[in-house]
């Protein structure tokens, strides 16, 4: 079983929307006491609709060497352009005036040129255009200037193609579970936890395993040999029960509490252990497999028979996640061998850094490791079990996979850090051969990239922006990456005029003085240089992602706090992902580490570059893994951040979620679980502190913010806490908590005294 990342939706939430005028002003005492909105909002409020051309949907021709696209303008101002790849070229689709008046004239209406109201349109490799207006079908060839009716266009069109294999690539080489055997005369099927098949012709039985019991069962799906001669299945003994209590205090629909519980995992508790067993049809008997390469699984994945139904594969990941190995098992013996052994003295990143793709034909196995230092695929000898060569090399990463093709020979993928002098963190797109020869970088702005290919995979869509640049939207080719046409540029002159200003993107040195950490600062829209400045971080340390943004966001980040006066940051640094390898490693066994030496030294930086941010009055706030790095925070460097918001933090790693905590804090768990521990290392509490946490959350084990609140009480440290009636994870991002945020650090940061509370709706409960 694979588990992927943590969701990250609670980091989305925590970007705090506002209902302020634009204030800039240090020591006004909050943002939400004024009644006017601001002119300008998050994603989703009025921003939306003043950034014109950021999107751009292409539509593409039969042949594939043409598209149009239609251009929404201030005002309700529509274009529709042509763009011809084989001549380079991008011009009006149609004339605009032409075709206004002539609808004019057919409909009676009036009709301008700039405000066509055409709908499910398609053009025709004539360039004839049909499409909907006025509530009928029109027809109108572009050649002859004619306009006619006719029915309504197909509604079917020339999408572009995503990708293909992304991220899951690891499926395409399993084989599929299934009851009936590939010949169609036996049936695999489940009694009393034990595998039996049926004859298709006839009433024949034939039980094949006896050990199974309602602890240790069959029952994860069969995978039949190709020959049907052989049958491969799971017997699974049982993970233990742990099951988490939440109290519902105030439930909606009734007045006594009401108590719940669900199973729930932590780490070092017994989990399920799944074991593959070999039976033989013909013989009617099981072929032991030795388990000495596969004894103490976290997980056993992706059963695979060879072709040839000489042997059997699967993915193994040890325990603790320091090993992850392709075992082969031979169909005759039952003997087992490891093929790909992929081992860390730390921590292999299974759940974000895993493509394995069998390549029959040539036997070859398309491999993703970190085994040099860096995240890159390799060719290995499916037979041996050697590395034929590096795919990719160098010092970046490949992000994921998103196309192999093995009659060409290559893959296409994406990619970090790529092209030199650009923020490491930008996603590129490139291609290379299976011998690693032929690299081809096909993004090329300094910017983080999405692209959309034509059809038929010649040309592509690229459109990439920074969090300080509008998106850029190009035409290439597939085959070099090289430009055939520039589109289109975002405008954002009206969001410019209301005030809005980007983040700026800031690089100092990591502890190691050789390293770049990267960051944004986002200030108020209005800065006094003669004034000081209280910083605030907003921080996610989670080693699964990295989390500063990187594309462009219409909506100014983090309003409500930069319109009371505040400079708000947020940095990745040492221990979260998507770096070299050593980069990541810093979180092992250490997750109250968060970076924090890097994020300092980053901070220091800025206010060597801007005096008016005042180092004196830091401060900082998370959820979740954000919520136990907040705390570390004032635990661990308390002599530099002076307050921190706390909400739902997993603060001991013991009281978490198994997959997460046991893939950076390893197996068994030990005394550095201790040492990482919020609860444990309570009593270092320097600062000022808001807890806050939901009731009824389910992601992370509320009791686990209630044991620092006791330890906090046991040390005699003074401390806020907010605990959400009803409300689940993420309680402390509903606008109670974000409102009772800002007020703390206006009193905590700028000495100022909150004013009277509006009312307003509380976080969406649970129990409801």
């Known amino acids: 079983m694979f588990f992927g990342p943590e969701a990250m939706s609670l980091l989305r939430r925590v970007v705090l929307s506002s209902t302020a005028v634009v204030l800039g002003l240090v020591g006004v005492s909050r943002a939400d006491e004024f009644d006017e909105p601001s002119s300008l909002m998050l994603q989703g409020g009025p921003a939306r609709g003043r950034v014109f051309k950021d999107r751009l949907e292409p539509h593409w021709f039969d042949k594939g060497d043409r598209l149009w696209y239609r251009n929404d303008l201030a005002g309700g101002v529509r274009e529709f352009l042509v763009v011809d790849a084989i001549k380079r070229e991008r011009k009006p689709a149609f004339d605009h005036a032409r075709l206004a008046e002539k609808l004019a004239k057919a409909t009676e209406m009036p009709t301008t040129a700039d405000h066509l ?5 398609s053009f025709e490799d004539d360039g004839t255009l049909r499409f909907k207006a006025r509530g009928k079908g029109w027809r109108y060839d572009t050649s002859k200037d004619k306009l006619e009716s006719a029915d309504p266009p197909p509604s079917g069109e020339s999408p572009s193609v995503g990708p293909q294999n992304r991220r899951n690539g690891r499926r395409p080489w399993i084989t599929a579970p299934g009851a009936r055997s590939p010949d169609g005369k036996w049936t695999a099927f489940l009694k009393d936890h034990n595998l039996h098949v049926r004859a298709t012709e006839g009433a024949e039985v034939v039980v094949l395993s006896t050990e199974g019991t309602e602890a240790d069962a069959y029952g994860s799906g069969v995978f039949w040999s190709p020959d049907s001669k052989k049958v491969v299945a799971l017997q699974t003994a049982k993970a233990e029960s742990h099951k988490v209590y939440l109290i519902g ?17 932590k780490p070092g508790d017994r989990i399920a252990v799944a074991k593959p067993h070999l039976f033989d049809l013909e013989s009617r008997k099981e072929i032991p497999i030795k388990e000495d390469l596969f004894a103490n699984p976290w997980s056993l994945d992706g059963i695979r028979w060879s072709p040839d139904s000489s042997r059997f594969t699967f993915l193994f990941n040890q325990r603790g996640h320091q090993v992850l190995r392709i075992v082969s098992v031979n169909a005759e013996t039952g003997e087992a061998k490891s093929l790909i052994d992929e081992k860390s003295d730390t921590f292999v990143d299974y759940s974000n850094k895993t493509f394995v793709m069998f390549l029959d034909k040539t036997n070859e196995i398309l491999w993703m490791s970190e085994r040099d230092g860096w995240n890159h695929l390799y060719l290995i000898d499916a037979n041996s079990g050697n590395v034929k060569n590096p795919i990719t090399r160098g010092e970046w990463v490949v992000r994921d996979v998103e196309r192999v093709d093995e009659e060409t020979r290559q893959v296409w993928f994406r990619a970090m850090g790529i092209r030199p002098g650009q923020d490491p963190y930008h996603i590129h797109h490139a291609r290379v051969n299976f011998d690693g020869s032929g690299l081809v970088v096909q993004t090329e702005g300094d910017g983080t990239h999405e692209i959309r290919y034509s059809p038929d995979r010649r ?50 040195r990591a502890r190691d003085g050789r390293t770049d950490i990267h960051g944004i600062i986002q200030r108020p829209s209005t800065i ?7 910083i605030i971080e907003q921080i996610y340390a989670g080693p699964h992602g990295a989390f500063v943004p990187k594309s462009f966001q219409a909506g100014p980040l983090f309003r409500s706090l930069t319109d009371l006066g505040f400079v708000v940051v947020q940095i990745d640094g040492m221990g979260t992902n998507w770096r ?26 800025t206010a060597e570059k801007y005096p008016y941010l005042d180092l004196s009055r830091v401060g900082i706030y998370g959820g979740s893994a954000g919520g136990q790095n907040a705390l570390a925070a004032l635990l661990w460097h308390g002599d530099f951040y002076k307050a921190a918001v706390a909400d739902c933090g997993c603060h001991d790693n013991r009281m978490d979620k198994i997959w997460w905590n046991e893939a950076w804090m390893g197996w068994p768990v030990g005394p550095h679980y201790e040492e990482s521990s919020n609860v444990v290392n309570a009593h270092k509490l320097k600062g000022k502190l808001l807890l806050t946490v939901g009731e009824m ?46 007020d703390f650090f206006v009193r905590h940061l700028q000495g100022a005294e909150p004013g009277a509370k509006p009312s307003s709706p509380e976080a969406k409960r649970s129990d409801e």
């Open 117 to 121: 109201p055409l709908d499910a349109i």
């Open 249 to 265: 205090s105030s439930p909606v629909m009734q007045v006594q509490p009401r108590l719940t519980s669900h199973e729930y995992l």
């Open 459 to 508: 040309y592509f869509l690229d459109t990439y922006s920074r969090v300080d640049l509008a998106p850029v939207h190009e035409l290439r080719k597939e085959a070099d990456g090289s430009l055939v046409c520039p589109l289109e540029k975002a405008d954002i002159s009206e969001i410019e005029k209301a005030g809005w200003k980007p983040p700026e993107r800031f690089v100092a």
């Open 528 to 534: 006094d240089r003669s004034k000081k400045y209280p």
């Open 580 to 605: 070299s390898k050593a980069f990541h490693d810093v979180c092992w066994k250490n997750l109250a580490d968060a970076g924090f030496p890097d994020r300092i030294l980053w901070m220091k930086a």
């Open 697 to 742: 959350d389910h992601n992370v084990d509320p009791a686990s913010t209630m044991q620092v609140v006791n330890a906090l009480i046991k040390a005699d440290k003074d401390f806020e806490l907010i605990v959400f009636p009803g409300s689940d994870h993420g309680a402390g991002s509903g606008p109670y908590g974000q409102r009772r945020l800002r």
